[in-house]
């Protein structure tokens, strides 16, 4: 059985989750790295926010939402790629 991908679609929603999508699309073929950069964390950090309100949940442990609330409490970036690695491939 092939293991399910982890997306942020997860936490965010499948709404703003094909917004990111779309707008990364068009930008990265001839994006600036240095400009698509803090998009990115932007939608790193609301997606934390959003997990941080499904707190008052139940949040498995291998969820998305529970893996960027630990990361956010990282320092070590080889730490931060382990938690979320696979989300943001």
């Known amino acids: 059985m092939a293991k399910e ?9 499948e709404g703003t989750y094909g917004v990111w999508t779309n707008i990364l699309r068009r930008l990265v073929p001839g994006g600036c ?5 803090p998009m990115v964390v932007a939608m790193l950090q609301h997606a934390t926010l959003v997990a941080r309100e499904q707190l ?4 498995a442990a291998n969820s998305v939402a ?11 970036v080889d730490e931060v790629r382990l938690e979320i690695g696979d989300v943001t491939e």
Not at 66 to 76: F, I, P, T
Request: hydrophobic share 35%; no cysteine.
């Open 66 to 76: 529970q893996s960027l609330l630990s990361a956010s409490e990282l320092y070590n």
């Open 33 to 37: 790295t240095p400009r698509i950069a």
């Open 5 to 13: 991908k982890r997306t942020l679609q997860t936490v965010v929603g």
């Open 56 to 59: 008052e949940g139940d949040l």
